[in-house]
């Protein structure tokens, strides 16, 4: 019998992650891979924010903090939804975690009852799908076609809802597509929302900044009548190209954030305190660097989305935002290529042209890999050459 308990079996690695430590196996053995998989800035966490940790390190805060966040933070954090996004939350309505991640982790796990249904929009972000199989509830996956702009309609979230459905997840823009709703659109899916009162919403912001051509970004908590039964969840990672800080944060009903602060009790406790120290002025500090940051990440988005579109076999979105775009490989697939499915696309992709790539399938649609074009030009440049190669060396 194995050691390994039934809940863990229900759940996978993340791909993503699997596909980066492939490319740096790879890379330790001597090959020119391209890692194209990774969901990072390629941007250093700016200075101002390194000195404040510096500075958070010769104060003293080196200890335990609360649980659920420092009261500076959490300041930071209350002023930060009034200035962006016009939300008013009070400081019991705001929690600080190990990274956004952790902050879903704890929200599923405080509110999910075995059975729930948590409606997943794909393609998805790996870990929504695997969080939920943890907490003992129900992946309802819709798939969201590129016809849609990978997007629910208000018509398919109508269908997915039961009895059952206790959350829906809104991520926007997106990982793995980059689509952004629109405030039309938002305001469409509210519409249904507002009619099933018991159904919460979980809008994961993270990507709120990296959007591009002058786009509106609007989140949902924004609908007045969702406000109360919204956890609008955000953080430091993406925006302030802080990965390894790990620090995320929502806002949303005091009821949710309290029971996350009890998991983050019994589990992590706070998050570091020189982190959170470093995610303050983050908030409280300069922003200009983020639309500069912003239009490098442009300028690579029409680089990659033109290119793809000239090479036979491939077609690929324009997105409104994030770092990813989501192309079609539906074309190669089939006998003549022996490429069954998007799985084979990117595993033969990186044997013979060692560029990496995360497969469709593993955000929940079939026929598409992801590229994260967060990398440098120089390296966008290559990898779209040995892509050509690969995709134009088969007759089809
Ligand atoms: N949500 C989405 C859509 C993401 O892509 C990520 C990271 O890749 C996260 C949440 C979590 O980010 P972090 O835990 O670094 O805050």
Known sequence: MSIVSNSLKRIKPSPTMAVTSKAREMRAAGKDVIGLGAGEPDFDTPDNIKEAAIEAIKRGDTKYTAVDGTPNLKKAIQSKFLRENGLSYGLDQITVGTGGKQVLYNTFMATINKGDEVIIPAPYWVSYPDIILLAGGKPKIVKCGENDNFKITPEKLSRAITKKTKWIILNSPSNPTGSAYTKKEIIGLSKVLLKHKKIYILSDDIYEH???????????????????????????????????WRIGYA??????????????????????????????????????????????????????????????????????????????????????TKLKNDKDFVERLLEKSEVAVVPGSAFGLDGYFRISYATSMKNLEKAIGRIKTFCESFNY
């Open 210 to 244: 990296i959007i591009y051509d002058n786009f509106n970004f609007f989140t949902i908590a924004q609908i007045k009548g969702l406000k109360d039964r919204t956890l609008t969840m955000n953080g430091v990672s993406k925006s302030y190209s802080m990965t390894g």
């Open 251 to 336: 806002a949303g009903p005091k009821d949710i954030i309290k029971a996350i602060a009890k998991i983050q009790s019994q589990s992590t406790s706070n998050p570091t305190s020189i982190s959170q120290a470093a995610a303050v002025e983050a908030l409280n500090g300069k922003q200009d660097f983020i639309k500069e940051r912003a239009n490098s990440f442009k300028e690579r988005r029409d680089f990659v989305v033109d290119n793809l579109n000239n090479i036979n076999g491939l077609s690929c979105l324009r997105p409104e935002g994030a770092f990813y775009v989501f192309p079609s490989c539906k074309k190669l697939l089939g006998k003549k």
